[in-house]
């Protein structure tokens, strides 16, 4: 008897313990499972885990470091595994299709309506975000993919102005090279090679063509006379960059630039990180344009995911850390440091800097908001055609018909 | 005879959970891979049954034949570069000369460094506008040309010569090792037979060294199947996607496209391939009839 008594004592002492910090109003914690670990991305998120920590949550950092295909696969594996983290980050796009479908992630129906994400945010990215008509994401930046970055300072030494179509633009790249420079820096990595197409893509072939290739998957759009031109154009740039081009990495590239050795880079807004590193200001020291050709916005990005949870209190806390993540301050914060622009449309601007000025004013064409590649196909066809692009631009010899007809076989095995 | 048989239980005893462990963390997991590349498997695995589909797309990418042929010939190039690179640094140590250990360090120590700072390393070294062509050029020779590592029919071969440089110092030790185990009678016995250095090497060490030599062949295989590293990190599989190799390919498929059945289906042709290549040769030195002891 004495000892069931004992036994009784300690089990209520034991529920006393486990109840106590519900009660005494604990800060909602919450794993949050990202990727951004560079110095600017890393200040960057701290803006997020500020926010949060104010508004009554405990953020807990995960950073893997690396680029998101090691980070990725680890949390996908703890997902499935059961162990999953409150929050985890994915590019935006349709790489949370198959975690959604299988129903493991929660949908934020409540917390989107209750801030008006619908109204808020530029409808591709809404349309990214949902699926079967259920929010299953929060986004929580715009990343400009299609910017080409150009040294000021070059530029008017050789008395180029700022390029506004093609024609102009290959101008301004042979007085450049007559010059001594190198006209444009590139990393000949596949995926940096195939940013560069579709900027070609977009600036000559235009948005209708850009559609038809990535979204509709339709091969006589990519037989057409239009998008070998667009081939022509992309090989052409072998001309104008130097033979050191191959594997480099995209910082390398932007240092180029920042250095003068090269006048231009076909780059997303994340180069930006690089010019401001090397103290240089948007718009006075170097310069960034939308095209050349036509202007469009391709935007990409980052959302976050919230995996089911068993506790009653991370769910709290995940519906608080979306919250969080698409409030307007948040958003400006956050964006201003990681160089991207916000993802809602209707935030002030006008602490970002003037690169980020021309990207919103161009967003606010709703014409002009372009998804990404990431948005519109799955990343098997995506990356497998970044492999056509990256086999092309390294084969001189390979003419644009031939690379027709690769794009169209991979995209038919692929699909 | 007892005994003997009671030995045996607690031999088979003490080695069950190895045993168990190669059954399910090895074969049980090779099964499953081959079966998923036999599903429609994405970013998950399922088991919606797709017939050889996988396989079918397999072989009709380029990108594959292209990584499976650079297998090939870097696998070719490394085991016989280094062979004979390792044999004659090896030979050349083993002259008592001066300083032996010094030597021996500096051709062991770029296998303390791994893959990836080693391309690196020669990534810089082979880059035409930084590296070694830029340098012979400041020294005068302006027409010098050495740019392998941007031409896509010669950059394999740059794969080659970086692995050749971490590796062969490995197989130097490896041989020096053999080289000393060798009785000193008998290099005596040649030189009163007057036999020349060079035959001695060719017909009585070599041969003499068979077992380090396979011991050699099977750690640079294992290097040519497994190869990864090296090759993202001096070349990322370009330009283009000449310099591709399986292991690259698959890991690609794995994570980064989110397709698993493809991967797992390039996973299984690789085992096959190994299977091939070495059943025959451990049938040949393990399995084959014991020649009878003299």
């Given at each position: 008897?004495?000892?069931?008594?004992?036994?009784?004592?300690?089990?209520?002492?034991?529920?006393?313990?486990?109840?106590?910090?519900?009660?005494?109003?604990?800060?909602?914690?919450?794993?949050?499972?990202?990727?951004?670990?560079?110095?600017?991305?890393?200040?960057?998120?701290?803006?997020?885990?500020?926010?949060f920590n104010a508004a009554g949550g405990q953020w807990v950092d995960t950073a893997i470091g690396g680029s998101g295909s090691t980070a990725r696969p680890?949390?996908?594996?703890?997902?499935?595994?059961?162990?999953?983290?409150?929050?985890?980050?994915?590019?935006?796009?349709?790489?949370?299709?198959?975690?959604?479908?299988?129903?493991?992630?929660?949908?934020l129906d409540d917390v989107a309506a209750k801030e008006g994400w619908?109204?808020?945010?530029?409808?591709?990215?809404?349309?990214?975000?949902?699926?079967?008509?259920?929010?299953?994401?929060?986004?929580?930046?715009?990343?400009?993919?299609?910017?080409?970055?150009?040294?000021?300072?070059?530029l008017e030494k050789n008395g180029i102005a700022e390029p506004t179509t093609w024609d102009e633009f290959f101008a301004a790249a042979d007085k450049l090279k007559a010059a001594g420079v190198i006209p444009v820096a590139v990393g000949g990595q596949p995926w940096q090679l195939n940013l560069m197409f579709n900027s070609i893509l977009l600036g000559e072939g235009g948005k209708d063509l850009y559609m038809k290739v990535y979204k509709d998957l339709d091969p006589a759009a990519v037989t057409s006379p239009e998008?070998?031109?667009?081939?022509?154009?992309f090989g052409?740039?072998?001309?104008?960059?130097?033979?050191?081009?191959?594997?480099?990495?995209?910082?390398?590239?932007?240092?180029?630039?920042?250095?003068?050795?090269?006048?231009?880079?076909?780059?997303?807004?994340?180069?930006?990180?690089?010019?401001?590193?090397?103290?240089?200001?948007?718009?006075?020291?170097?310069?960034?344009?939308?095209?050349?050709?036509?202007?469009?916005?391709?935007?990409?990005?980052?959302?976050?995911?919230?995996?089911?949870?068993?506790?009653?209190?991370?769910?709290?806390?995940?519906?608080?850390?979306?919250?969080?993540?698409?409030?307007?301050?948040?958003?400006?914060?956050f964006n201003a440091k990681k160089g991207s622009v916000p993802v809602r449309l209707d935030v002030d601007n006008s602490k970002l800097d003037a690169c980020a000025q021309i990207g919103v004013e161009v967003l606010k064409d709703p014409a002009k908001q372009i998804p990404a590649t990431d948005i519109l196909a799955s990343q098997d066809i995506v990356q497998s055609l970044q492999d056509v692009v990256g086999e092309y631009w390294a084969t001189p010899t390979m003419t644009a018909d031939e690379f027709v007809g690769k794009w169209n076989d991979t995209v038919a095995q692929a699909k | 005879m007892k005994t003997r048989r009671r030995m045996n239980v607690a031999t088979y005893v003490a080695l069950f959970p190895a045993f168990i462990v190669v059954?399910?963390?090895?074969?049980?997991?090779?099964?499953?891979?081959?079966?998923?590349?036999?599903?429609?498997?994405?970013?998950?695995p399922t088991f919606a049954f797709a017939g050889t589909r996988q396989y079918e797309r397999l072989f009709a990418t380029s990108r594959w034949s292209i990584s499976l042929e650079n297998m090939v010939i870097f696998g070719i190039g490394l085991i016989a570069v280094c062979l004979v690179l390792g044999f004659l640094l090896a030979a050349?140590?083993?002259?008592?000369?001066?300083?032996?250990?010094?030597?021996?360090?500096?051709?062991?120590?770029?296998?303390?460094?791994?893959?990836?700072?080693?391309?690196?390393?020669?990534?810089?070294?082979?880059?035409?506008?930084?590296?070694?062509?830029?340098?012979?050029?400041?020294?005068?020779?302006?027409?010098?040309?050495?740019?392998?590592?941007?031409?896509?029919?010669?950059?394999?071969?740059?794969?080659?010569?970086?692995?050749?440089?971490?590796?062969?110092?490995?197989?130097?030790?490896?041989?020096?090792?053999?080289?000393?185990?060798?009785?000193?009678?008998?290099?005596?016995?040649?030189?009163?037979?007057?036999?020349?250095?060079?035959?001695?090497?060719?017909?009585?060490?070599?041969?003499?060294?068979?077992?380090?030599?396979?011991?050699?062949v099977v750690l640079l295989s294992l290097a040519v199947v497994r190869v990864y590293d090296l090759v993202l990190a001096l070349t990322g599989g370009g330009p283009g996607i000449s310099t591709d190799v399986p292991a690259k390919f698959i890991l690609d498929y794995l994570f980064g496209r989110a397709n698993i059945g493809l991967a797992t289906a390039a996973s299984s042709i690789l085992l096959v391939i190994v299977l091939v290549i070495i059943t025959p040769w451990l049938y040949y030195e393990y399995f084959r009839p014991k020649r009878e002891r003299r």
């Open positions: 008897m004495k000892q069931m008594t004992k036994a009784l004592f300690g089990a209520a002492a034991m529920v006393a313990l486990m109840a106590g910090p519900a009660l005494a109003q604990e800060p909602l914690k919450l794993e949050v499972f990202h990727w951004w670990t560079s110095g600017g991305e890393a200040a960057a998120v701290q803006e997020f885990a500020k926010e680890i949390g996908i594996n703890r997902i499935i595994g059961g162990d999953p983290p409150g929050a985890m980050q994915f590019n935006t796009g349709t790489q949370i299709d198959e975690l959604a479908a299988q129903g493991l992630l929660r949908n619908k109204e808020a945010l530029p409808p591709a990215f809404y349309e990214a975000i949902v699926r079967d008509g259920h929010v299953m994401a929060a986004p929580v930046n715009n990343h400009g993919q299609n910017w080409l970055w150009y040294n000021k300072a070059l998008f070998k031109k667009v081939a022509e154009t052409k740039l072998r001309d104008y960059s130097d033979p050191g081009n191959a594997n480099r990495d995209w910082n390398v590239a932007t240092g180029m630039v920042i250095s003068g050795k090269a006048g231009f880079q076909f780059m997303g807004d994340w180069a930006k990180g690089e010019f401001v590193l090397a103290n240089q200001v948007a718009g006075k020291d170097f310069g960034c344009i939308l095209g050349p050709g036509e202007k469009n916005f391709v935007m990409g990005g980052d959302v976050f995911i919230f995996p089911k949870l068993k506790d009653e209190q991370g769910t709290k806390a995940q519906d608080l850390l979306a919250t969080v993540f698409m409030s307007k301050d948040a958003q400006v914060k | 059954v399910f963390a090895y074969l049980g997991t090779m099964l499953w891979t081959v079966q998923i590349s036999f599903t429609e498997s994405k970013l998950l050349a140590l083993d002259q008592k000369i001066r300083f032996e250990n010094t030597f021996r360090t500096i051709f062991l120590y770029p296998y303390a460094m791994s893959f990836i700072v080693t391309g690196l390393a020669w990534q810089w070294i082979l880059n035409p506008t930084l590296g070694l062509q830029q340098y012979v050029r400041n020294l005068g020779w302006t027409d010098f040309q050495f740019d392998w590592i941007i031409r896509n029919d010669r950059a394999i071969y740059v794969v080659i010569i970086a692995g050749v440089w971490q590796a062969s110092g490995l197989i130097m030790a490896l041989m020096l090792s053999g080289l000393r185990g060798i009785d000193q009678e008998l290099w005596k016995a040649a030189k009163i037979d007057g036999i020349p250095t060079w035959r001695v090497y060719v017909n009585i060490i070599i041969p003499m060294l068979r077992p380090t030599i396979i011991t050699s």
